[in-house]
């Protein structure tokens, strides 16, 4: 939540602050600002988008070769043009950007009132910027040492870059609990919450770890120290992302573009991992923990959002194939109750952005009581990703638009992959069973590439719901997870109302909300529970309710019942989520579109939840 940027170097730094915060603006979109440093500094902030804040400085003095931006996500303090970073400090030399919360700001606040510092906003990260200030001018330290100290004295998850008209040559950066990243450009410098405005200037990164702070200078050598003053060597990684994996590369919206890029990202997720030949799944990146798989008493698995649920996917897919017990735990709940861990527990994170704060915690309360974290993150080099003992990145590429797509399906496709590969070291499935998986798996980029050819289908089936106020989604077994997932979709990003039901407990509860004005998206593939789903059907049809079909290929059963019908290639029950759920994410999109809604950065919501 909120991106932050930030430059220093022989450039404007306003175009590079400005495209840069277009880039973040995922992370958070409610107010904008920047802070320029040319003699003076000059601050613009606004309510609104970063292409408000370019109407804002129109014909404004935008020069500088210094500057720092940030896109809010509001926690403290409602979305307005006050409560926008960057903040001043009382004399107007210093300004911070934050992405994060200060847990103790009401003490540190009373304490600055109490010392004559006036608030201007109702933001935690003012306090920050007072704070700096007030050390600056009681101890008579440099603007290093003064940020050094506040970070002991502050409680609670940031990533700050402060800037100062004393000290035009430099910006200080530091972190804890937020990402952080320092782009190394020649003789240039490029400061972010990802890597995604630093791509195109540099390749060179480093990445802040928790407490510490970076001087970033305007000529010579980056220095990074520990907030307990010890100087550290930056350590430089090489980053393989492309520019054109962040742009929209011709299709409307990003998640348009990443629904479509499926059929390669689950590609990317099994490359080098399935062969066919050899008849192995290996995943590298856990190799070293398959003896704790054979031991482990049972698996928790910990994630939030979509993320959770391709865990319960993972649930499915872990005591059918592997037989090892799962519980699939919200990370939110986890972390507070008190949860019993024990040692030979295996704790699979999931995370797209690998930032997620409580996803976060909860990693640490189970490392704590001595159990074995594994990850499955998309970003690489993330807080998560380096939280954990061990792990499978998904490999599905930065994915921008707030409603996860391709990250859902990558990461189902990587528990597969470590079902199928513990299973068979477990001896869990019989070798004819597993060798008719491997296969069947290798075949899924083509099936999901298939399914994609029902979008025209699925646009003018959603002309019929565009003004539906309420779905409800049903599946059973595999499709449960699915189901969830396009309730979730649709909500996040058309606001209609939806709920994710296992289809048998509609008789408990849902079944009274259906009358001819529900329409009720079931997952009614071949397998499994098939016959029960069609049950299911049936009741849903003798209330009036209006079917939406999702059914295997040929199915001729369902169509004779359901209003509108879908198909979709048939599969191996264990990879019906990977294929069932793109006609749901397609049906969301273009719903969503059809109401006039913005499909990427969907109205309260953020890419990556870094506040509790
Ligand atoms: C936010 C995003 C969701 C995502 C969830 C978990 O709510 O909008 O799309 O599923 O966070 O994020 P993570 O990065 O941990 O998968």
New binding site residues.
């Given amino acids: 939540m909120c991106g932050i940027v930030g430059y220093i170097g022989p450039r404007e730094a306003y175009p590079v602050l400005v495209k840069g915060l277009k880039r973040l603006e995922y992370r958070g979109y409610d107010s904008a600002g920047l802070a320029l440093l040319d003699g003076g500094l000059k601050l613009y902030k606004n309510h609104g988008k970063v292409s408000d804040l370019e109407e804002n400085v129109r014909g404004k003095d935008i020069s500088g070769y210094v500057g720092i931006g940030h896109t809010r996500w509001a926690t403290h303090g409602e979305p307005s043009d006050v409560n926008a970073h960057p903040h001043y400090s009382q004399s107007r030399k210093l300004a911070i950007i934050h992405n994060g919360i200060i847990e103790n700001y009401g003490s540190l606040k009373t304490e600055l009132i109490n010392r004559g510092f006036e608030f201007k906003s109702n933001t935690d990260t003012e306090v920050l910027v007072h704070l700096i200030e007030n050390i600056q001018q009681e101890e008579g330290v440099e603007l290093v040492e003064a940020v050094r100290i506040a970070m002991n004295y502050v409680v609670g998850a940031y990533a700050i870059v402060v800037i100062s008209e004393n000290d035009p040559d430099k910006l200080i950066a530091a972190k804890k609990g937020s990402p952080l990243v320092i782009g190394i450009g020649k003789e240039e410098y490029f400061i972010a919450s990802d890597a995604s405005p630093i791509v195109e200037y540099t390749q060179n990164v480093v990445y802040l770890d928790d407490e510490e702070l970076a001087i970033v200078p305007r000529k010579g050598e980056l220095k990074i120290k520990t907030i307990r003053n010890k100087e550290k060597t930056p350590f430089v990684h090489h980053l393989e992302m492309q520019l054109s994996t962040i742009e929209k590369g011709g299709f409307p919206h990003f998640m348009l573009k990443e629904i479509y890029e499926q059929p390669k990202s689950i590609k990317d997720s099994m490359r080098g991992r399935l062969s066919l030949q050899t008849g192995q799944v290996v995943l590298g990146g856990i190799i070293d923990y398959e003896q704790k798989f054979l031991n482990a008493r049972r698996i928790l698995m910990i ?7 391709a865990a319960l996917v993972g649930e499915y897919l872990f005591e059918d194939l592997a037989r090892i017990p799962v519980e699939v735990e919200y ?1 939110s709940e986890f972390r507070y109750r008190n949860p019993v861990i024990y040692e030979d527990d295996i704790v699979i994170a ?7 704060a409580d ?1 976060l915690a909860a990693i640490e309360l189970a490392k704590s009581k001595g159990a074995t974290i594994l990850g499955i ?3 690489v080099g993330s807080s ?1 990703a380096r939280a954990t003992h061990a792990g499978s990145y998904t490999h599905a590429g930065p994915e921008i638009g ?3 797509t391709k ?2 399906t990558a ?1 189902v496709t990587v528990l597969a992959l470590m079902a199928l590969a513990i299973a068979q070291r477990k001896g869990t499935l019989s070798k004819s069973r597993y060798y008719e998986l491997i296969s069947e798996m290798e075949s899924i980029p083509a099936k999901v590439d298939e399914v994609l050819k029902v979008n025209d289908l699925v646009y003018e089936i959603s002309t019929h719901f565009k003004d539906a106020r309420n779905f409800l989604y049903l599946g059973r077994g595999y499709n449960f997870p699915v189901a969830l997932e396009g309730a979730l979709k649709l909500k ?1 990003i058309s606001y209609i109302h939806a709920e994710g039901y296992p289809a048998a407990e509609m008789k408990h509860g849902p079944i009274a909300l259906i009358d001819e004005h529900m329409p009720v998206v079931v997952l009614a593939t071949k397998k499994g529970t098939y016959e029960k789903v069609i049950s299911n059907i049936q009741e849903v049809k003798a209330r009036k309710g209006v079917i939406i079909a999702i059914v295997t290929k040929g199915d001729e059963i369902v169509r004779d019942m359901a209003d509108y019908v879908i198909e979709i290639p048939e599969t191996d029950e264990i990879f019906v989520p990977l294929v069932a759920t793109i006609p749901l994410q397609l049906l969301s999109y273009h719903i969503a579109v059809m109401r006039g809604c913005n499909v990427d950065q969907p109205r309260n ?5 870094t506040v509790e």
């Fill in positions: 994630a939030c959002g979509t993320s959770w649920h990370a999931i995370s797209q952005s690998g930032e997620t996803t993150c998309n970003v998560i707030v409603a996860s990250a859902f990461q996040e919501l953020a890419k990556s939840v």
